[in-house]
């Protein structure tokens, strides 16, 4: 599909590209120019320093875990979950559900986790049906009661179906979009699943679309963003950052507040947008990760850029976790601990499973950890240095006052948030393959076999 005249194409020193191939005059650009390779170029920020030299500073330090009182919020019933992390500021809901669920149906949801495919996108609902991806690119409807509805394959024209490895899913605008390593984002009428549309890009898509109005944010796995015009599929404006050479699956997807967009690339930059224009207000670096840890190499964003009250709190891979001023893009707080996924912030805190598999309660104000829960990690204790034989802890999601993680062990846990002690678990028929979501009163979550399971 070709690209509108709106498109854009901005360059940002020392974090974006822009390429101009042909050209017999160079055009030399305003802004700073810092050599890449110069020992301090992660680390110019002031704050990023002394939260990285105070983080240090405490890193042997011996730590007990805390009971502090907190409020998770009230207790509301969804509707409905049409966005990765309930809605466009990915700012968790504490929603309605019993203390002590039960499986009460499994359906048939397509191809399950393999050793090539994984399930990576998150189930949303419009309230009247379920949306899920199998680990191969195939988009299906369930009923709430669990009877199946449409189901259709997207992979991409002239490529071999099945060889997509997942993708992303949102709702907005009357359709379901979703992205895969196609390299693509399809529009589908969440009725039928007929295909309404298709954008092709640059590069594969790990990472859920979010949907605000009649736009559609994206960002591929080699840093460019975009946003797409929910009619028609073509582009409003693009930006164009470095690639990163290393990668994972189910990435962060944007998140939305007022008119910003913030964009979350490979590269480990947070891009602060204006939605309408695309023009970048800020620009976020969140570089280095876990010290020691091979996996400090993985730049992704993996805990979704969260945004309460004017603060962006957000983590990736390697093991960094910040907040960010939503106006003007400084960093406030940084400590070394990374995020498999959600970050759940409520009453002050912030609540995710970390790259060491361990549910953390933080501070909001400051990062400072108030206590640290093992989930179960390892298949087996002989295996510590095989991160294929790791148990994926999926969430935390906040329910019934309680903080939720399914486990690939086989088991949905419950927390008290006040002091992180196991107050439940429920045994599931799988293990599971992606974090849950609760709408009526009910959790779904996707299992490792691909089925999706109900509880209630």
């Given at each position: ?419 992180g002690s196991q107050v439940a678990s429920v045994e599931l028929p799988e293990g599971a393959a992606s974090r849950p979501i609760t709408v009526a009163g009910k959790m779904f979550v996707m299992g490792e076999k691909g089925n999706l399971l109900a509880l209630r």
């Open positions: 599909m070709k690209q509108n005249k709106a498109m854009r194409k901005l360059a940002l020193v020392s974090v974006l590209a822009l390429s101009v191939a042909g050209c017999a005059k160079e055009e030399i650009l305003d802004g700073l120019r810092e050599d890449i390779r110069s020992s301090d170029y992660d680390v110019n920020d002031p704050n990023a320093v002394a939260a990285a030299t105070e983080a240090a500073a405490q890193l042997d330090a011996p730590f007990e875990n805390q009971s502090r009182p907190t409020n998770l919020g009230p207790v509301v019933t969804q509707a409905s979950w049409p966005l990765r992390g309930a809605n466009a500021a990915h700012n968790l809901p504490n929603a309605t559900l019993s203390s002590s669920p039960s499986v009460i149906w499994s359906a048939r949801a397509g191809e399950g986790n393999s050793k090539r495919n994984r399930i990576t996108a998150e189930p949303v609902s419009d309230g009247a049906n379920v949306f899920v991806m199998d680990s191969h690119t195939t988009v299906s409807a369930i009923g709430m009661g669990g009877a199946a509805g449409w189901s259709v394959d997207i992979s991409a024209e002239g490529e071999t179906a099945g060889r997509g490895i997942g993708g992303g899913l949102a709702l907005g605008d009357g359709k379901l979009f979703a992205t895969s390593t196609y390299g693509e984002l399809v529009a589908l009428d969440p009725s039928t699943g007929d295909v309404l549309w298709r954008q092709r890009f640059n590069a594969s898509v790990s990472g859920a679309p979010t949907v605000v109005g009649q736009q559609v944010f994206v960002v591929t796995d080699n840093s460019e963003a975009y946003a797409i015009n929910t009619n028609t599929g073509r582009i409003d404006w693009q930006l164009t950052g470095l690639a990163s050479q290393y990668g994972v699956a189910a990435v962060a997807a944007p998140a939305v507040s007022g008119n910003t967009v913030l964009m979350p690339l490979s590269n480990g930059s947070l891009l602060g947008v204006d939605s309408r224009s695309g023009t970048v207000k800020f620009v976020s670096r969140m570089l280095g990760g876990r010290r020691g840890s091979g996996h400090a190499a993985l730049q992704d964003f993996t805990g979704e850029p969260v945004v309460v009250g004017g603060v962006i709190y957000a983590a990736n891979a390697a093991g960094q976790t910040q907040a960010i001023s939503l106006v003007g893009g400084q960093t406030r707080w940084s400590v070394e601990e990374g995020a498999q996924g959600s970050i759940a912030v409520a009453g002050g805190s912030l609540y995710f499973v970390n790259d060491q598999g361990k549910l953390l309660r933080l501070s909001a104000q400051n990062g400072d950890k108030i206590w640290s829960i093992d989930l179960p990690h390892y298949e087996k204790e002989d295996n510590l240095r095989r991160r294929k034989s790791i148990y994926p802890g999926f969430g935390p999601v906040m329910a019934g006052g309680r903080l939720w993680v399914a486990s690939g062990d086989g088991f949905l846990r419950a927390f008290d948030p006040t002091d």
